[in-house]
């Protein structure tokens, strides 16, 4: 019952989509990780996206927490953090829910999330992993081309930038950016000073995730 009702209301908020109306939020969760780290990164987005993609997604972007049965309300969720990441089992179910019910989840390391959000993950789908993306995978070839996969944002430890994914029945449905730094690059511009190109990178990086979770693109 659960699922039907979480496909339902996403179907409602598809249709608020096509007539020119929706939002993404941020996912609120537990464990200590400061899940509002990049509070600007949203907004800056859905107005590159609206200038530059032709949408019209608002720039009102809430925080919702993972428990909340609010999270069918939204196509789109975003995730980030530095830190600890903790669901409860009933937390979990209800992102599995919506991620089966036809909503999308995007999680981008700010770098420290990533030995705590894969346990994390397995809670959501304990028969599902994270495969790595290839080059060819369509979110890299949306709107813009990254024939190199995802652009490298921020310099960490050296190591190249990835791209994990669950996928359900050919549908991915999470998408899993570490050692990118992604939405600091959708932050606002004094925030963390990044070079113009390197925002730009970021940002259409970006509007092809949200076409991609939009358009219901397959594996």
């Given at each position: 019952m ?21 939002q ?30 032709g ?5 009102e ?13 939204y ?60 080059f ?66 970021a ?5 092809n ?5 939009f ?5």
């Amino acid at each position: 019952m659960k699922s039907i009702v979480f496909v339902f209301t996403l179907l409602v908020s598809l249709t608020s989509m096509a007539q020119g109306s929706y939002q993404i939020a941020f996912l609120k969760y537990s464990g200590g990780g400061d899940y509002y780290a990049n509070p600007t990164a949203l907004p800056n987005l859905a107005q590159f996206c609206n200038v530059n993609l032709g949408t019209t997604i608002s720039k009102e972007t809430p925080y919702v927490d993972v428990g909340s049965p609010e999270l069918s309300l939204y196509p789109f969720i975003h995730m980030t953090g530095h830190g600890n990441v903790v669901f409860s089992l009933t937390e979990a179910e209800n992102l599995r829910n919506y991620l089966l019910g036809g909503g999308f989840l995007h999680i981008d390391d700010n770098y420290g999330m990533d030995k705590f959000i894969r346990d994390e993950l397995k809670k959501v789908f304990p028969n599902n992993s994270l495969v790595e993306l290839p080059f060819s995978h369509p979110v890299f070839h949306q709107k813009y081309d990254f024939n190199g996969g995802l652009p490298k944002i921020h310099e960490h430890d050296g190591k190249r930038p990835q791209a994990f994914g669950i996928i359900i029945d050919g549908r991915l449905v999470c998408l899993y950016t570490v050692e990118t730094d992604l939405s600091d690059g959708w932050e606002d511009q004094a925030v963390h000073n990044d070079p113009e190109e390197k925002r730009k990178q970021a940002l259409q990086m970006g509007a092809n995730i949200l076409m991609y979770a939009f358009l219901g693109g397959t594996n």
